[in-house]
C-alpha cells in the first residue's frame, strides 16, 4: 500500500479520535461548548494535510522520473550508433543516474545479465511508478528491439518528442501558478474582509441591538458572523482544491494547499476569539 494511502487511513481514525475527544470534553466541562465549525474544520485538516503531503512527494517523484526519460533514451540512442545491441546498452544505460527512474532501468539490466529477453524484461518497465509516458517508451524500446534496425534513430525521435511533451508540460505548470497566485490573493482578500466584519462591524451593530427581520424570522448578528467564518472556511478549502485542479487536473494535487488554508483560517478565527 502506498505511503499517502497509509496516511490517509492514519488521518482518518486521528480525525474520529479527536471529534470523539471534543464531544466527551464538551459534555462533561459545561464552559466548552461543542462548536461544529471548528470541529469539522480541524477533522478535515488533520485528513488533509498528511495525505497531501505524501501525495505531493509521491507526484514530485513521478514527475522527476518522466522528467528523465528523455536522458534515458538519447543514452540508448549513442550506445546503439554503432551497432552496439539494445540489451548491451540498457545494461551500460543502468550504470547513470536517471533519478526515481534509475531503480527501474537497474531492474531490467539485471534481468537482461540473467539472460532474460529484453521483451521480457521491458514487458513491465514503468508500471510500478504508475506513469502512461513511461510505458509507453517501454513498449517502444520493445519494438524497436524487435526490429533491430535504426533503433538509434527511433530512440532519438522518441527522446526528442518526449522532451517537447515536458516541455509543453513544464510551460502549462508555469502558467497554472499565476492562476494559483491569483486565487490566493483572492482568498487573502476575502479573509481581510470577514476579520474586519467579525472585529469591527458586527460587534458594533450586535451591541445596538441589530438584528434582521423578514418573513416571520428574525435573525442576529451572531448567525451573521457564524455564515462568514463558514464562508471564509470554504474559501480557503475551496481555493487550494481549485489549484490542484488547474496545475494538472488532479483534486488530489491541491489536497496540502486546502489543508493548510484551512488551518489558516480557523487559527485566525480562533485568535480573534470568534469560534
Do not use: C
Request: glycine share 8%.
Amino acid at each position: 500500500m502506498k505511503a499517502k494511502y497509509i496516511a490517509l487511513l492514519i488521518s482518518y481514525f486521528a480525525g474520529i479520535v479527536f471529534m470523539v475527544l471534543y464531544i466527551v470534553i464538551s459534555v462533561n466541562n459545561p464552559k466548552i461548548s461543542f462548536n461544529y465549525l471548528l470541529a469539522f474544520t480541524v477533522f478535515f485538516i488533520i485528513l488533509f494535510i498528511p495525505y497531501g503531503f505524501f501525495d505531493s512527494v509521491e507526484m514530485k517523484r513521478f514527475y522527476e522520473a518522466e522528467r528523465r526519460v528523455p536522458d534515458f533514451l538519447r543514452d540508448l540512442a549513442e550506445f546503439t550508433t554503432f551497432g552496439m545491441p539494445i540489451s548491451e546498452a540498457i545494461i551500460r544505460s543502468s550504470k547513470s543516474d536517471y533519478g526515481p527512474l534509475s531503480d527501474e532501468i537497474k531492474r531490467v539490466a539485471a534481468l537482461i545479465s540473467w539472460g532474460i529477453s529484453v521483451e521480457e524484461a521491458m514487458s513491465d518497465f514503468g508500471e510500478s511508478l504508475e506513469s502512461e509516458n513511461i510505458i509507453r517508451a517501454g513498449k517502444i524500446i520493445v519494438k524497436a528491439s524487435e526490429s533491430g534496425s535504426n533503433i538509434s534513430d527511433v530512440m532519438t525521435m522518441v527522446s526528442d518528442f518526449t522532451s517537447q511533451m515536458q516541455l509543453m508540460r513544464n510551460s502549462r505548470f508555469s502558467e497554472m501558478k499565476n492562476y494559483t497566485m491569483v486565487m490566493m490573493i483572492s482568498y487573502g482578500v476575502f479573509l481581510f474582509v470577514i476579520l474586519a466584519l467579525d472585529i469591527d462591524f458586527l460587534p458594533h451593530l450586535g451591541a445596538h441591538g441589530f438584528s434582521l427581520s423578514g418573513g416571520g424570522a428574525t435573525v442576529s448578528t451572531s448567525a451573521i458572523e457564524t455564515v462568514f467564518n463558514i464562508g471564509m472556511i470554504v474559501q480557503g478549502g475551496g481555493t487550494g482544491i481549485l489549484s490542484g485542479v488547474l496545475r494538472d487536473g488532479r483534486i488530489s494535487s491541491g489536497i496540502l494547499l486546502s489543508g493548510i488554508l484551512l488551518a489558516v483560517s480557523i487559527v485566525i478565527l480562533a485568535i480573534i476569539g470568534v469560534i
